[in-house]
T-cell receptor, first 114, second 109 residues
Framework: DGGITQSPKYLFRKEGQNVTLSCEQNLNHDAMYWYRQDPGQGLRLIYYSQIVNDFQKGDIAEGYSVSREKKESFPLTVTSAQKNPTAFYLC?????????????FGDGTRLSIL | GQNIDQPTEMTATEGAIVQINCTYQTSGFNGLFWYQQHAGEAPTFLSYNVLDGLEEKGRFSSFLSRSKGYSYLLLKELQMKDSASYLCAVLDSNYQLIWGAGTKLIIKP
């Protein structure tokens, strides 16, 4: 079945450490997104990409980096510059050029500080 | 700025009907989405409105009034499994989704 796979499900980061969250989709979607969700809050956009080798900053990009070398993959790196990384991270994808399709989400990665 | 408002929490009884409201102020409008999110899980798509009126899908219906910047999600014949957060999101003029903080719905027997 087609879908979005995020890994790992749980991740712990030490102070000063960079960590990378994986997101892979086999839906053949052009657009991919990374969101951060804090308890009791909505989703906030970190980065998005509409085409391979191109990506745009969202509302809270500081302390994060991404790459889009393949259509299927959109990994997110949480750098040591992100001082408050503890959150639930969601990856999503959607096709382009078909009006306003819904975004499909992965199961999320919960990141905590050790 | 862009803003989406939803009640933080609502409580309803199993078998009853509940209406969750969403008001929005965004730069442009290209549609409004409702998602369901169970605790610790990813959001799942429920409904999409781009024209005024009511969209019905089984026990769930969603209404939109663009002139009022207002939508609601109506859940009928509530079941315990409907306990979740319900997120309202608007697609703005740049085709970016702007998300509300979500409404936590608690269903009591």
């Amino acid at each position: 079945d087609g879908g979005i796979t995020q890994s790992p499900k749980y991740l712990f980061r030490k102070e000063g450490q960079n960590v990378t969250l994986s997101c892979e989709q086999n839906l053949n979607h052009d657009a991919m997104y990374w969101y951060r969700q804090d308890p009791g809050q909505g989703l906030r956009l970190i980065y998005y990409s509409q085409i391979v080798n191109d990506f745009q900053k969202g509302d809270i990009a500081e302390g994060y980096s991404v790459s889009r070398e393949k259509k299927e993959s959109f990994p997110l790196t949480v750098t040591s510059a992100q001082k408050n990384p503890t959150a639930f991270y969601l990856c999503a994808s959607s096709p382009l050029g078909t009006g306003a399709p819904p975004q499909h989400f992965g199961d999320g990665t919960r990141l905590s500080i050790l | 700025g862009q803003n989406i408002d939803q009640p933080t929490e609502m409580t309803a009884t199993e078998g009853a009907i509940v209406q969750i409201n969403c008001t929005y102020q965004t730069s442009g409008f290209n549609g409004l989405f409702w998602y369901q999110q169970h605790a610790g899980e990813a959001p799942t798509f429920l409904s999409y409105n781009v024209l005024d009126g009511l969209e019905e899908k089984g026990r769930f219906s969603s209404f939109l009034s663009r002139s009022k910047g207002y939508s609601y999600l109506l859940l009928k014949e509530l079941q315990m499994k409907d306990s979740a957060s319900y997120l309202c999101a608007v697609l703005d003029s740049n085709y970016q989704l702007i998300w509300g903080a979500g409404t936590k719905l608690i269903i009591k027997p």
